[in-house]
């Protein structure tokens, strides 16, 4: 079965699965104002030409899946055009689809799954700059595994930002979750400290804020090293992840953060908050194609209850489920 019928398996079987639900009332802004363009194109284009490549060209930069993407994305849907023979514009819906789904996974086999421990506790190192929500995803990320079952700590690390630390020791008492930060004190040694308190207490996740500044590279890569060396000393393969936080209502500013992240410290996973709050939902494809750094979680609004491991598929039936109820 095609990805194109396995949609439109999946708009007739919506309203059971709550997961769809989510990433369709979730990626709406982005939906109405890309596949609405997308149809007007095949009305305006019966037959595929140069013009119609032009005018798609536009509405998926528009969308914010990024120049390089969109070109590689062009390059790829017109050699398939060529090789099938195609000529009409709404069949091409379906290579589109199809094509923007291989884009995301090609010969690759993401995962959005955390890497977990084989023994003790797993250990998740949160960055990203501030104001992209990353307290509050801690939040949210903890409370998820809490409510699994899981035993959960957050180590308040980010002893820069005023406040940070009171502020995720409130998250952690609202989720009733083991909580360790002391301020003003070196980031590394409260974290040493706190992972001392993690594997006394036999906790099952642990989850490390840390000063969200990218200003100064230079500083926070040397305290990013510091950290992993410590980490690493305490519980050997640690950190098992080290996920970034990206506010998606920032765009393309957020490819580049991704970016300069990488080149400071090993990002395994990203964590895109507000994807609900932008039109331009296209970002997700243009952050794995332009940093090959898969999304392993998105953020849909400000419930605890908002934030998803990332699904490709459920997000692709969130882009284009309107074009594909037209078909």
Request: net charge negative; charged share 30%; proline share 2%.
């Amino acid at each position: 079965m095609g990805l194109f019928d396995k949609l439109k398996k999946m708009v007739s079987k919506k309203d059971e699965d709550e997961k769809l639900e989510t990433y369709d009332k979730g990626l709406k802004k982005t939906r109405e104002e890309f596949v609405s363009k997308l149809n007007l194109l095949g009305i305006k284009y019966t037959k595929v030409n140069e013009e119609y490549f032009e005018e798609l060209e536009d509405i998926l930069i528009m969308a914010d899946i990024g120049v390089n993407t969109v070109f590689k994305f062009l390059d790829r849907l017109k050699s398939r055009v060529k090789k099938e023979n195609i000529t009409d514009t709404k069949f091409l819906n379906e290579v589109i689809v199809d094509e923007l789904f291989i884009i995301y996974v090609e010969n690759e086999s993401l995962s959005d799954k955390i890497n977990e421990a084989d023994s003790g506790p797993t250990v998740i190192l949160m960055v990203g700059v501030n104001g992209v929500g990353k307290t509050t995803t801690i939040a949210k990320l903890a409370n998820k595994y809490q409510k699994m079952g899981k035993k959960v700590m957050m180590i308040g690390a980010d002893t820069f930002r005023a406040g940070a630390i009171p502020q995720l020791k409130s998250w952690a008492d609202k989720i009733d979750c083991l909580f360790y930060g002391v301020e003003n004190n070196d980031p590394s040694s409260v974290i040493y400290d706190g992972l001392k308190k993690a594997k006394e207490e036999n906790v099952d996740y642990v989850f490390i804020d840390t000063a969200g500044r990218l200003q100064n590279k230079v500083n926070l890569m040397k305290e990013l090293e510091k950290m992993n060396k410590v980490i690493t000393s305490f519980i050997p393969n640690a950190p098992h992840e080290t996920l970034l936080v990206i506010d998606a209502t920032t765009g393309q500013n957020g490819i580049l953060q991704a970016k300069s992240f990488a080149l400071i410290t090993n990002i395994t996973g990203i964590v895109l908050t507000k994807l609900d709050g932008t039109a331009k939902g296209g970002i997700v494809l243009a952050i794995k194609e332009e940093t090959n750094i898969p999304v392993k979680f998105v953020g849909f609004g400000e419930k605890m209850e908002d934030l998803d491991a990332f699904d490709i598929e459920n997000y692709i039936y969130g882009l284009f489920k309107d074009m594909i109820k037209h078909e």
